[in-house]
Nanobody, 129 residues
Framework: QVQLVESGGGLVQAGGSLSLSCAAS????????MGWFRQAPGKEREFVAA??????????IYADSVKGRFTASRDNTKNTVYLQMNSLKPENTAVYYC????????????????????WGQGTQVTVSS
């Protein structure tokens, strides 16, 4: 059974940092795209970042709103992806979800939820002003 488990959410003041983790179990996601999405209260879930998971290369894509502040990374040995979030803003408050595809998505496809077959339960990130 494939599971994605996020951790690392919490409450932080504006300007602060948090690091989210997503541990995958049940299968490895080599040569696959892992994504981060978020859903704020009353809003639709939106794309945050994606990272191609390969033994030889790593490619990352970010939403414009988080470029320069968020960094996605992965540790193949731990089957885990991370999202380092710096300079957090109150508008970044949301439930953050980890998602996984079973293959590397085309660049245009990483932004859509439809490309990801596996999802975590989400972790709450709250940024106070």
């Amino acid at each position: 059974q494939v599971q994605l488990v996020e951790s690392g959410g919490g409450l932080v003041q504006a300007g602060g940092s948090l690091s989210l983790s997503c541990a995958a179990s049940g299968r490895t996601f080599v040569s696959a795209t892992m994504g981060w999405f978020r859903q704020a209260p009353g809003k639709e879930r939106e794309f945050v970042a994606a990272i191609d998971w390969s033994w030889t290369t790593t490619n990352t894509i970010y939403a414009d709103s988080v470029k320069g502040r968020f960094t996605a990374s992965r540790d193949n040995t731990k089957n885990t992806v991370y999202l380092q979030m710096n300079s957090l803003k109150p508008e970044n408050t949301a439930v953050y979800y980890c998602a996984a595809s079973t293959f590397i998505l085309r660049r245009t496809a990483v932004y859509s939820e439809r490309g990801y077959g596996y999802w975590g339960q989400g972790t709450q990130v709250t940024v106070s002003s």
